[in-house]
């Protein structure tokens, strides 16, 4: 009996409800007509005739405790409950802030809905590579100071696994697995081994475009280029292309727009020549579309690439490539009000 009355203290003492329902289940169980407590006061008769006054007391001091307890629970609860009806119903509620997307992000969903409208579908790539997708299925010569281990971060050599120095390499996984008509975009993460400064980055974004068909020409490739320069920068947008060179286009060229701040006029973001650079393109060199089995004397097509970062630094003033990746929320609040 002793034993039992002590085991009851400690419960009494541990339990701590959290709610009116739970204080007043304690209290049934404890103190009410059929409670644990009354029991004992019944099995209490039974008890020894020498043991009953050490037991009674024992006994009638549970009861005290189990009372207090109850009473000091229930007035610690009722005290809980009045602060909280005492809150302050009108007082205004506290504004969610709403995220924002990141700049690359917008940036990168208004490039893919643009040529979405010509009818141009997306496509994705791995980043981790092989020599095959990013270099020699794309006419890169062995000895290609790209190869080089200056420029390309290799996970493996012998045979080459490396990460994608461009999205290029997704124009032929899509041409090994399909054949013309191919209209499609690339958007995705490249790397390249360079010192970050406010221009460069090891880790950035490009957008790859690719058209294969019969009768694709040069002109096909200037009037999608013209278009899409105007939709991203604006109505009055000129585009200029400058011959250039890549391995997997000929001719190549890289193409320059109007600038966005002057007119063309000249001032500093275009260094007072009035344009400013923003993509490589060409037409698709034949032995490309030979290694990806599409037969280059049916089809002929033209690629483009461009690089999101400077994109984005055109269109926002971005001075410094490294903001896009430090996460400063001062930095990313900026474009809240952009989709
Ligand atoms: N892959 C080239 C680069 O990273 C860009 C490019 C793509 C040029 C397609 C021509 C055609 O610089």
Known sequence: MLEKIKALKGEIEAAAPETALQLEELRIRLISKKGVISQLFEEFREVDPLLKKEVGKALNELKNS????IN??????????EEGSRADLTAPGDALTLGSRHPLAIVRNRITSIFGRLGFTVAEGPEIEDDWHVFSALNFPPEHPARDMQDTFFIEKNPDILLRTHTSSVQIRVMERSQPPIRAIFPGRVFRNEAISARSHCIFHQVEGLYVDQNVSFADLKQTLLYFARELFGEGTEIRL????????????????????????????????????????GMVDPNVLEACNIDSN???GYAFGMGIERITMLLYGVKDIRLYFENDVRFLRQFRSAL
């Open 66 to 69: 189990a009372m207090e307890k």
């Open 72 to 81: 000091r629970l229930k007035e610690l609860l009722d005290a809980r409950q």
């Open 242 to 281: 400058r011959p250039s060179y890549f391995p997997f286009t000929e001719p190549s060229a890289e193409m320059d727009v109007s600038c966005s701040i002057c007119g063309g006029k000249g001032c500093n973001l275009c260094k007072y020549t009035g344009w400013l650079e923003i993509l490589g393109c």
């Open 298 to 300: 049916k089809y002929t």
